[in-house]
């Protein structure tokens, strides 16, 4: 692949508008959707490809493999991926420590030109790219856009921003001397995503790391390897040098656990469970033998995100923006509604509402463009089941209640709401991931407040009201990091909705913001004593 010298022959490419968010696409227009088709029988010729490791730019094989089928048709293999073990730990280690010796001294400008160059490819395949999220875990045609136009958002965003971050300078310069503030990379990073926004997330965390100067080992989720390996295509089409993003899907308990503990790793940025969150927090605060730093994490978990439907709020638009938010992508995103905390006054009615609402979803194949598709696998399907039948002895069932054999043989769950929940049961305070919402009756909005703010996490939440003392206060006292009035609690968009939570939500890390950059930098203070 591209060297160092062959990549800085590329023109170096600057912003030269403002940043604006990706458009999303309108399906309903017969030219967009014929394009949609044509990506997904372009993807449905490459189903079943097998993937090699790349470290260093070499393609590495293994024994062990991982294969990647479709959550909607498991006898679909979408891909086949070598497993990295810890066998392949320091061979990754060593390409990235390699490559970091010279990427950390690219210009920034030439940095961030590699993300706008990529950027132009996802463009140019935006249909093909939302083919693969529809296969491998099932989006459908407006989620997998959106996923894509995220990814999109974070290499335009990024690009500008580490220029931004370069032009840094000190509030305060000193009589006699000249005084600069500079932002340089950390060193080699692992990055640990997750399968619910494969490309997004997983594209944003390793282009924040490399558009500052860092080179990264990458972890895909098991789940969602073959989206990895082709952003990976992209990124090296766009000129990226070998050894800067080595890509090792693998597992969490060998490889993933052998990387944040080896003393090199200099920081981890990481989106999935509170559970493996907390575990890679641990294991990164333990210094091994060698190490002569303190590791960085930088970790977004989860998330028992709520909305308040005030007795003044509008109901239509509650109704609406909770079934949203509760079912899209089978609620399989960390800012999902999960609970829906309703003033007794017009609670029946919104209940009744809500039961409507739901039946209109239509369940089933996501490349036939269906409202919801599968869960991600056999194992969230199960667990989610489970919860369910949890829900059914704490309340009431309202819609859904089991599996959507209807819709297929894959990983299907019938949007399912069970209405009065107690704020302390289960169903309110464990996060499910999945299309299961969950009602509690409030006695008021201070009730409602204290309902809200009674969880471990903090990550999203929203508030249906006409009363702006109402909505003063919620600005005030509802703690989450990411709070939306008179709207859904999903759907952040780069730029404009800084992403992060609270609490057990994570380190509030903000994603797409304008602060993100500086987690994968370290402020270098020079102060040069100038001669009079």
């Known amino acids: 692949m591209a060297t160092l010298l062959e990549t800085a022959a590329h023109a170096i490419l600057t ?6 968010n990706e458009p999303l696409t309108d399906f309903t227009k017969e030219e967009n959707a014929r ?7 372009k993807v449905r010729a490459e189903l079943g490809r097998e993937y090699e490791l790349i470290i260093g730019g070499e393609q590495v094989k293994t024994k062990d493999k991982i294969k990647s089928v479709s959550p909607s048709d498991p006898s679909i293999v979408v891909g086949i991926h070598q497993k990295a073990g810890a066998e392949h730990v ?3 280690m060593a390409a990235a420590l390699a490559a970091f010796a010279s990427w950390r001294k690219v210009p920034v400008e030439e940095r961030a030109s590699l993300l706008l160059r990529t950027s ?4 140019k395949r935006k249909y093909e790219f939302s083919a693969w999220l529809v296969y491998e875990v099932g989006k459908n045609w407006a989620e997998a856009d959106a996923d894509i136009a995220e990814t999109i958002d974070f ?8 220029l931004r971050l370069n032009e840094a300078t000190t509030p305060v310069q000193m009589p006699g001397e000249h005084d600069m503030l500079r932002y340089i990379p950390l060193g080699v990073g692992a990055v640990i995503p997750p399968w619910n926004f494969p490309c997004a997330i997983m594209a944003g965390m390793t282009m924040a790391s490399i558009v500052c100067g860092n080179t990264v080992i990458l972890k895909p989720s098991s789940d969602s390897p073959t989206i990895a390996a082709k952003f990976i295509e992209a990124l090296r089409e766009a000129g990226l040098p070998d050894g800067v993003v080595n890509f090792c899907p693998g597992s969490g308990a060998t490889f993933g656990n052998a990387v944040v503990e080896h003393p090199r790793t200099r920081f981890i940025a990481f989106t999935g469970s509170k559970e493996v969150g907390l575990d890679i927090h641990q294991r990164a605060a333990v210094p091994r033998k060698g190490q002569i730093w303190i590791k960085r994490t930088i970790l977004e978990m989860g998330g028992k995100d709520s909305i308040i439907v005030d007795a003044d709020g509008d109901l239509d638009a509650a109704v609406e923006g909770v079934v949203q938010a509760a079912f899209g992508f089978s609620g399989q995103k960390c800012s999902a509604c999960s609970r829906a905390i309703v003033d007794e006054k017009v609670y029946d009615v919104f209940v009744a509402r809500v039961k409507e609402r739901v039946a209109k979803i239509k369940v089933g194949d996501p490349a036939a463009n269906a409202n919801m598709g599968p869960v991600v696998n056999e194992g969230a399907m199960k667990s989610i089941l489970d919860y369910i039948e949890v829900g059914k002895k704490e309340g009431r ?3 859904g209640g089991g599996r959507d054999a209807a819709a297929g043989g894959g990983y299907f769950v019938q949007p399912t709401v069970i209405a009065d929940i107690a704020p302390n049961a289960r169903l309110a305070q464990e996060e499910i991931f999945g ?5 509690i009756k409030s006695k008021g909005f201070e009730d409602a407040l204290a309902i809200a703010n009674n ?10 009201t006409t009363s702006a003392e109402k909505l003063e206060r919620a600005r005030e006292d509802f703690h989450v990091g990411n709070l939306y009035l008179n709207r859904k609690c999903t759907g952040a968009m780069v730029g404009a909705h800084p992403f992060g939570g609270f609490n057990m939500s994570g380190t509030d890390s903000k994603a797409g913001g304008p602060d993100y950059l500086l987690l994968f930098t370290q402020g270098k203070s020079i102060a040069e004593k100038v001669s009079r």
């Open 455 to 464: 969880t471990e996490f903090g990550l999203t939440g929203a508030i249906y």
């Open 397 to 399: 069932l309202i819609s």
């Open 120 to 123: 132009e490819i996802l463009k």
């Open 35 to 41: 394009a949609m088709r044509e990506g997904l029988e």
């Open 435 to 439: 299309p299961v919402l969950a009602i």
């Open 155 to 162: 290499c335009e965003f990024y690009a500008r921003e580490a």
């Open 90 to 92: 320091e061979p990754a």
């Open 15 to 20: 912003p030269t508008t403002p940043f604006a």
